[in-house]
């Protein structure tokens, strides 16, 4: 995570972007939200390093919140999202440590039940698939999916609770091929949590939320990822 390797191709942020709305209090937390609110099942979807203003991880919610969630896009990191001109990435992780957004997401959970929903799924990029794997140990959640994670360790895996789905990339120093292959060993070991784990080829770290519309074959792949999560939600939690 500390690499500057995890910061590569930042999204142009936008306050304004998305189909949604921005609330200033949801369980606590400044947040994106999208989709009915009358939905009774729902998704939080956690950012990457360059958090809750990057279109097309609202635009991911958006089509999340399309196939009928109501979906919380949380600003667990406070206004203060990576800066690409950061000279000390380390320096902004140990500031903004996914362990204090996994005690923050608590509340925003909490938030959705009062509302009357019935199942909720977590899907975290790169820092915020730990967040989403705390939440998956903390049996806080009924479904995860992780993408392309950073800091996720196989003791993290061994404790999860809840049926998980990890997509990798082929290219990620972050979650090296190794890593995940060893994520679905371990999960294969234990027939109480179902998963699925995938590592997508020729793709690099960051490649489901930060890509260029105009190569074709990083759409493509970012398209399959998000097909993935859908129908890994719509198989745990429907």
């Known amino acids: 995570m500390a690499s500057s390797h995890c910061f590569q191709n930042p999204p142009e942020l936008d306050p304004a972007c998305g189909g949604g709305a921005v609330v200033d209090d949801f369980g606590g937390q400044k947040a994106y939200i999208t989709g009915s609110a009358e939905a009774k099942i729902a998704v939080v979807l956690i950012s990457d390093a360059f958090g809750f203003e990057a279109p097309k991880l609202r635009e991911i919610a958006d089509k999340v919140a399309s196939s009928g969630y109501f979906v919380v896009v949380p600003d667990f990191l406070h206004g203060d999202p990576y800066q690409p001109s950061n000279p000390n990435p380390l320096q902004w992780l140990q500031s903004h ?13 909490a938030a959705l039940k009062e509302k009357g929903v019935s199942a909720i799924g977590a899907a975290g990029y790169c820092w915020g698939a730990k967040v989403v794997v705390e939440l998956a140990k903390a049996r806080e959640i009924q479904a995860a999916v992780m993408s392309h994670p950073s800091l996720v360790t196989a003791d993290d895996i061994k404790e999860v609770k809840c049926p998980i789905c990890v997509l990798g990339a082929e290219i990620d120093q972050f979650s090296p091929q190794e890593l995940v292959k060893q994520f679905d060993q371990i999960l294969s070991t234990s027939s109480t949590v179902a998963h699925f784990v995938k590592i997508f080829p020729g793709v690099t770290h960051g490649w489901a939320v930060r890509y260029s519309d105009d190569d074709e074959a990083a759409v493509k792949s970012a398209e399959e990822a998000f097909a993935d999560m859908i129908g890994w939600f719509d198989k745990c939690l429907k």
């Open 97 to 109: 440590d996914p362990e204090k957004a996994f005690e923050a997401a608590k509340p925003v959970i």
